[in-house]
């Protein structure tokens, strides 16, 4: 048997953990300004580019892309060298792909705080970055199948079964949630509207969640955790069963993000069916990694890396049996749109994927680095840092969760609503938002300890840049698998083609329906196209990020009815690219605010909150007031929105800006009849525009006409 010599590359899983931990300790310093923000919003330090809205998206990309991303490419560059027994397929394009993500990253850092983004939740970037994400993407695809092709193991080992799916899941959900037609450079226009731009996000944003903060990590946990405690996989049969199972399931659950919306009942019900299935694979993976642990649990005590395992795996289990929870819709009625959300986003992010890339950092870095962890006492000290930080962020925000799920429906015994500002419950909150930006400054502590604990690491040894190895050259196979799977596992081409059917199946059957069958997105006959003034109003909304804070859908309960008015019914939507429904409620709900307060208030509510609602902690938008309204592009958005199905005329489109300095002019007089003078060029006017034309067209309507087609929506 001929044995062959190669080097393992090291460098370049150096250069991603360095970036894991540049990018950990940027985006959670963000995540921290923004948690101080929700108490006291001048921290905003009254500049345009730092305000909630905009710097919201900025964290979340940060952490999850960058952070969470690099660390993904840093375990998956060592653990699949190692487990293929083969250097990557080419050094170019490992640092093309690391280079590329960096830009990427840089270019959102960028963007965003600017207000270039398209407002989908985690999928902000816009067109052009979106593209060279995409290009970046297929470089890692090429790079990781050039070296399983060129392996010198013959089978797969279950890690690089994650990574596979991972590659080829993450890229179907990337191009479908990203086709756009664009107006500008920067500035385009989702092919998808209302109801089922809501489905194709949130297909994509929960399964963002599985096949990049889930499946890539399992694929490392596979392979880190067993190298820690030194033991072997606890179950073979079950690692298969986790995978297929998970894949297959995972895709399908999704629209539990949009329960009593006007997303048609069925495929709701598909959702919490398929979450409520997800407890089994999720908890089969979770079992096989602390059953691995079996026999090691007094190097537990004595190694932080595999404490920290063994907490990820914990909150890994919390986290995919609160999912599905929350899918239940007597759960999600009080739970939806509460801090319980950001409360079970951050278990995932801080526990799962945050203490798995602290354990593998501390045991990466001295490996590659050939010396020992210079401090084991500074990795326990913020093994228990971190773990507390954790700690005093999620308790206060499910406290402050069923808080705000108990006010909002609470009715007083002569049945009118007992607190019909929304602001009292805002404000009852604000001390458990301060003990959560007090768990976030932990946790960042945490990783400032670790920082400098792998400087030392690093500083007392040498980088082995490339590290020899060898193997025995892949052989033709004379025996015979008996088992389908392992057979399988000597086919990567094959093992790709099978994971992107089981995934692919699920959304297929949820979004052809809603795409085509007509009674699914009823019209109502009432609901015109936005104005010229309107649109531009609403992508001033969009910049702004007010979509972080105010959702814009009422669900049909009495207490939202009561507060907000009709709920909402699917065919309001169909002119909405992008829809604006909103995970969250920092503030109230925005669909039918059209009309219920004059121009006048609005102008105050932007130029200083507190004027018109005492004690908020929304950000004043000044600059709105200031800065003249772009009109450059007006006429090429409307021609953009007929393309895709707007109903736009001719003349409506050629006199564009006409019209919008028309109704502009209207509301600048009604604004100076009430003692406030500001011209009609100003954004502000195209923002009062905007928000006074939200949910007035179902006012109009028959009220036979929107019942039958909420009628036609749920049969």
């Known amino acids: 048997m001929q044995v062959e010599q190669f080097n393992y590359d090291n460098k370049i899983v150096r250069d991603f953990g360095i970036a894991t931990v540049t990018w950990g300790i940027i985006g959670m310093t963000v995540g921290l300004l923004i948690a101080l923000q929700l108490v006291w919003p001048e921290l905003n330090f009254g500049t345009q580019f730092t305000t909630f809205g905009r710097i919201r998206p900025l964290h979340t990309n940060a952490v999850i892309f960058a952070f969470v991303g690099n660390a993904i490419f840093m375990g998956a560059y060592y653990s699949m060298q190692r487990v293929l027994k083969a250097r990557m397929f080419s050094d170019v394009l490992s640092k093309i792909h690391f280079w590329g993500w960096q830009l990427v990253i840089v270019a959102a850092a960028i963007t965003l705080p600017l207000g270039i983004t398209s407002s989908h939740e985690y999928a902000e970037l816009e067109l052009p970055i979106d593209i060279f994400l995409t290009v970046i993407w297929v470089v890692f695809g090429i790079n990781m199948f050039g070296t399983i092709i060129k392996r010198r193991e013959r089978h797969m080992y279950v890690a690089i079964w994650f990574y596979i799916a991972t590659f080829v899941t993450v890229a179907v959900l990337h191009i479908v949630n990203s086709i756009q037609v664009p107006v500008s450079f920067w500035k385009s226009y989702y092919v998808y509207s209302g109801v089922q731009d809501a489905l194709v996000q949130w297909w994509y944003g929960h399964n963002a969640v599985a096949f990049f903060l889930t499946t890539p990590f399992l694929g490392m946990m596979y392979y880190f955790l067993p190298k820690m405690a030194n033991r072997p996989v606890y179950s073979y049969k079950l690692s298969i069963l986790h995978f297929w199972s998970l894949i297959f399931i995972y895709i399908w659950a999704g629209p539990h993000h949009l329960l009593y919306t006007s997303l048609p009942s069925w495929v709701q019900s598909l959702g919490v069916v398929f979450s409520i299935m997800l407890i089994a694979p999720s908890w089969g993976g979770m079992i096989n990694g602390l059953l691995t642990l079996r026999g090691a649990w007094d190097k537990v005590r004595t190694e932080p890396m595999l404490k920290f395992m063994v907490v990820a795996l914990t909150c890994y289990g919390m986290a995919t049996l609160e999912g599905p929870l929350l899918s239940l819709k007597q759960v999600n009625a009080i739970a939806h749109f509460t801090d319980w959300i950001p409360a079970h986003v951050h278990i995932g992010a801080l526990g799962w994927n945050g203490f798995m890339t602290f354990a593998v950092l501390y045991w990466l870095f001295p490996r590659i680095y050939k010396t020992n962890l210079y401090s084991k006492k500074l990795a326990n000290t913020h093994f228990w840092i971190g773990t507390l930080g ?96 392992r057979r399988l596992e000597r ?141 450059k592009y007006l006429t090429g958005k409307m021609r953009v929105m007929r393309n895709l199905g707007v109903p736009y005329t001719d003349a409506e489109i050629n006199n564009a800006v006409a019209d919008a300095d028309a109704q502009a002019l209207v509301i600048a007089k009604d604004l100076a009849a009430n003692q406030v003078e500001v011209e009609p060029t100003k954004e502000i006017i195209a923002m009062i525009a905007y928000l006074q034309r939200l949910g007035t067209d179902i006012k109009s309507a028959p009220k036979e006409e929107t019942q039958s087609a909420e009628i036609d929506k749920n049969n």
Request: glycine share 8%; net charge neutral.
């Open 390 to 485: 954790i700690l005093f962020y999620a308790i206060p925000m499910y406290w402050a969760a069923v808080v705000q799920g108990l006010m909002w429906k609470d009715f007083t015994p002569e049945g009118v609503l007992k607190y019909p500002n929304f602001l009292a419950t805002t404000l009852e909150i604000l001390p458990m938002h301060m003990m959560r930006a007090a768990g976030g400054l932990m946790y960042l502590v945490g990783v400032i300890l670790m920082t400098y604990n792998l400087i030392k690491t690093v500083k007392q040894g040498t980088l082995v840049a490339n590290e020899p190895a060898e193997a025995p050259a892949l052989e033709p196979v004379h025996v015979t698998e008996r088992s389908q799977h």
């Open 491 to 631: 086919k990567p081409l094959l093992f790709l083609v099978m994971a992107l059917l089981a995934i692919l199946i699920g959304g297929i059957v949820e979004m052809i329906p809603t795409f085509t069958v007509s009674s699914n997105v009823p019209k109502i006959s009432s609901v015109k196209p936005y104005t010229a003034l309107e649109l531009q109003g609403r992508d001033l909304y969009i910049r702004e990020g007010c979509v972080n804070c105010h959702s814009q859908t009422i669900r049909p309960f009495r207490s939202e009815t009561a507060r907000y008015g009709e709920y909402s019914k699917a065919g309001e939507f169909v002119y909405d690219r992008p829809f604006l429904w909103g995970s969250k409620r920092t503030g109230p709900d925005l669909h039918r605010i059209g009309g219920k307060y004059p121009n006048k208030w609005h102008y105050d509510h932007m130029l200083d909150p507190t004027i018109t609602s005492p004690g908020s902690i929304m950000p004043q938008y000044p600059w709105l007031i200031n800065q003249d309204l772009e009109t």
